[in-house]
């Protein structure tokens, strides 16, 4: 790759690119030259992708390999939420150290459901505005070949540099949504269930009655007692923040889809924080835990608010995800 990469990333702000690529091949040699150039430059350099493309770009770095940081984004990224928590990890960490930071990461592929790329585009759009000061560049790999041309389109919204094959260096993307939209409350609306849901009523005389039925449908469907029990424990913090923060009464929906169960809660309450429950909270934090805890859970997790009050949806498979080869 003869791109012209830029290396100083901890001179300014954030540097975030899609890079465009077409095929396993093509991912192993445009990731490592990459990664080679900022452990040429001194940059701590940290790579999260799944496991076969991971160990492809292994391979191609040879013994440079051992000099990064390698995640897998299918276990961290299964709920896309929890991405940005792993990135701030990796900024803390070097605080201090006055060197670069360079990243690989790839939340988009192939295989993943609709809902799944939904959250992961939003993921992409709000690394803009949570790190927009971090000494970081990230490269967001998109395989040309493998992808629908509308998430190469979105991903052109989501990322302010681009990085295409025989391109000598970045360039701005003119279709760039700016940091003012892409920190706005997500209120795209969902799609309605594709089986008739069950309803109940949330109110504070129900709480035992709300987790008595989640369990008994969680085992019902197939959930194994561990996925029954985050399931519920999921449900009760959201229900709990309808009691307190989304006037005191509001809808649990219940049905599955797939191998999925979910559950939506929806209340009269709003949301104007648009990063809720994907940071890591600090020490000193008194609440805002529910929605932290409800990602690091569930499988997908999607919160969407609206004038008219919000809705907290989450999906819980019957298994925890596998490894697709």
């Given at each position: 790759?003869?791109?012209?990469?830029?290396?100083?990333?901890?001179?300014?702000?954030?540097?975030?690119?899609?890079?465009?690529?077409?095929?396993?091949?093509?991912?192993?040699?445009?990731?490592?030259?990459f990664v080679r150039q900022g452990l040429d430059a001194g940059e701590a350099v940290?790579?999260?992708?799944?496991?076969?493309?991971?160990?492809?770009?292994?391979?191609?770095?040879?013994?440079?390999?051992?000099?990064?940081?390698?995640?897998?984004?299918?276990?961290?990224?299964?709920?896309?939420?929890?991405?940005?928590?792993?990135?701030?990890?990796?900024?803390?960490?070097?605080?201090?150290?006055?060197?670069g930071l360079r990243g690989v990461g790839e939340p988009i592929w192939a295989g993943?459901?609709?809902?799944?790329?939904?959250?992961?585009?939003?993921?992409?759009?709000?690394?803009?505005?949570?790190?927009?000061?971090?000494?970081?560049?990230?490269?967001?790999?998109?395989?040309?070949?493998?992808?629908?041309?509308?998430?190469?389109?979105?991903?052109?919204?989501?990322?302010?540099?681009?990085?295409?094959?025989?391109?000598?260096?970045?360039?701005?993307?003119?279709?760039?949504?700016?940091?003012?939209?892409?920190?706005?409350?997500?209120?795209?609306?969902?799609?309605?269930?594709?089986?008739?849901?069950?309803?109940?009523?949330?109110?504070?005389?129900?709480?035992?009655?709300?987790?008595?039925?989640?369990?008994?449908?969680?085992?019902?469907?197939?959930?194994?007692?561990?996925?029954?029990?985050?399931?519920?424990?999921?449900?009760?913090?959201?229900?709990?923040?309808?009691?307190?923060?989304?006037?005191?009464?509001?809808?649990?929906?219940?049905?599955?889809?797939?191998?999925?169960?979910?559950?939506?809660?929806?209340?009269?309450?709003?949301?104007?924080?648009?990063?809720?429950?994907?940071?890591?909270?600090?020490?000193?934090?008194?609440?805002?835990?529910?929605?932290?805890?409800?990602?690091?859970?569930?499988?997908?997790?999607?919160?969407?608010?609206?004038?008219?009050?919000?809705?907290?949806?989450?999906?819980?498979?019957?298994?925890?995800?596998?490894?697709?080869?």
């Amino acid at each position: 790759m003869s791109a012209s990469l830029p290396v100083n990333t901890h001179s300014g702000g954030l540097r975030h690119a899609a890079l465009f690529y077409s095929g396993p091949d093509k991912f192993a040699e445009l990731t490592a030259s990459f990664v080679r150039q900022g452990l040429d430059a001194g940059e701590a350099v940290m790579v999260l992708a799944k496991g076969e493309k991971a160990g492809a770009l292994k391979e191609e770095l040879g013994s440079k390999a051992a000099e990064v940081l390698f995640g897998d984004m299918e276990e961290i990224g299964r709920n896309p939420a929890r991405i940005l928590p792993v990135w701030q990890d990796f900024i803390t960490s070097h605080d201090g150290s006055n060197r670069g930071l360079r990243g690989v990461g790839e939340p988009i592929w192939a295989g993943r459901t609709p809902e799944e790329i939904v959250e992961a585009q939003r993921h992409e759009s709000l690394i803009n505005f949570a790190l927009a000061d971090a000494p970081l560049l990230i490269a967001c790999p998109y395989d040309i070949g493998a992808l629908e041309p509308d998430m190469i389109e979105e991903a052109r919204r989501t990322h302010p540099l681009l990085l295409e094959e025989g391109d000598l260096e970045y360039r701005d993307s003119p279709a760039y949504r700016h940091t003012e939209d892409t920190g706005a409350p997500f209120d795209d609306p969902l799609p309605e269930p594709r089986s008739r849901p069950e309803e109940m009523p949330v109110s504070p005389d129900r709480i035992g009655e709300l987790r008595i039925f989640v369990s008994r449908r969680s085992a019902a469907f197939g959930l194994d007692p561990a996925r029954t029990e985050d399931l519920v424990l999921a449900v009760n913090e959201i229900v709990t923040n309808t009691l307190r923060h989304g006037g005191g009464r509001g809808v649990l929906r219940l049905w599955h889809e797939g191998h999925s169960l979910v559950c939506e809660v929806r209340d009269r309450g709003q949301i104007d924080e648009p990063m809720v429950g994907r940071m890591r909270p600090s020490p000193n934090q008194e609440s805002g835990f529910g929605l932290w805890l409800v990602n690091h859970l569930c499988d997908l997790v999607q919160v969407r608010s609206f004038a008219s009050g919000t809705v907290v949806r989450v999906h819980m498979g019957r298994t925890m995800p596998q490894s697709v080869a």
